[in-house]
């Protein structure tokens, strides 16, 4: 009942930056926590980063510093904004968003498709 579109990701050069959004759409009542995972080649999942919707965020020891996590309400939406990137960041990276379905009252779980990031040396 949930759709996620992502968008942002692309090549760049160790040290540049990129940005995410991940806009959520569908018969939603609330929107609880968004975050963001990743997934490199041999790896599993990881968390990267995540925020609640009193904004508490939480991040990846591996990013911190680097990347912030934001959401605007309004817009159902999510962003990741990666700065100083390394070629260790170089992964998949996929929206996750929990949420409270409208009328049902159900919880919903739903991952956006997945963004390519690569991070040239």
């Known amino acids: 009942q949930v759709q996620l579109v992502e968008s942002g990701g692309g090549l760049v050069q160790a040290g540049g930056s990129l940005r995410l959004s991940c806009a959520a759409s569908?018969?939603?009542?609330?929107?609880?926590?968004m975050g963001w995972y990743r997934q490199a080649p041999g790896k599993q999942r990881e968390l990267v980063a995540v925020?609640?919707?009193?904004?508490?965020?939480n991040y990846v020891d591996s990013v911190k510093g680097r990347f912030i996590i934001s959401r605007d309400n309004a817009k159902n939406t999510v962003y990741l904004q990666m700065n100083t990137l390394k070629p260790e960041d170089t992964a998949v990276y996929y929206c996750?968003?929990?949420?409270?379905?409208?009328?049902?009252?159900?919880?919903?779980?739903?991952w956006g498709q997945g963004t390519q990031v690569t991070v040239s040396s």
């Open positions: 996750n968003v929990e949420a409270v379905a409208n009328i049902t009252y159900e919880f919903l779980n739903s």
């Open positions: 925020i609640t919707s009193s904004g508490i965020r």
């Open positions: 569908g018969s939603i009542f609330s929107i609880n926590r």
